[in-house]
């Protein structure tokens, strides 16, 4: 019965002492996550800038219009939920530079609002390529006149060009980067598609 027992202990702190030689230091965890968000800020700029470098021509203020319809909120919302959570198990400070209540709240406050930032030119960039990617309509070719011709200058000092006409099938305004220069009343000829968010676009 004594050496039952005495067994039974051992075999606890043999697996008692595995578990510690095999458990990853806490300042090994914390290194690997540091490393880590490099790799998703990559994997979320690639996301963001795919269809630019793609897709010649496309409706950005359509599909701005249904990232915020139908994404903004909810993802907002889960931020809100899963942010705080993510910021107290892997952000957090602590010892000497833990900071106090207040700047916690400010600090899981940003990473929330970045976040949604994030997510949100994400989710505009997923519509404009899955309208492609799931695009089976028939090429249409467009003829419109013109109705407003503005330009807008990027951080980067680029000057941008854009058109706005009538959709011939929703009868709506369609804004559309174009590139060149047009005179109000001249006729806009492309082949386009309709792809799968109904979003005018053309890779050619």
Known sequence: MGNNRRDRKRRRENHRIAKLKNAEPKSGRLERWKNNPLIYMIACAVVIAYPFFTIKYFESHTALKLAAKYFLLPIFIVLVIVGPRFYMKHMRLTGKKQLSKFGDFVSMAVLILLATGIFFWMSFSLIITTNKWFDRSETVIIQERVTLYYTDVTKNGRLR?????????????????????????E??????NYGAWGILYSDK
């Open 187 to 192: 006729i806009f000829e492309k082949e386009m």
């Open 161 to 185: 060009h854009y058109i706005q006409f009538t959709d011939p099938k929703t009868e709506e305004k369609v804004d559309l980067e174009v590139y060149r220069k047009f005179e109000i009343g």
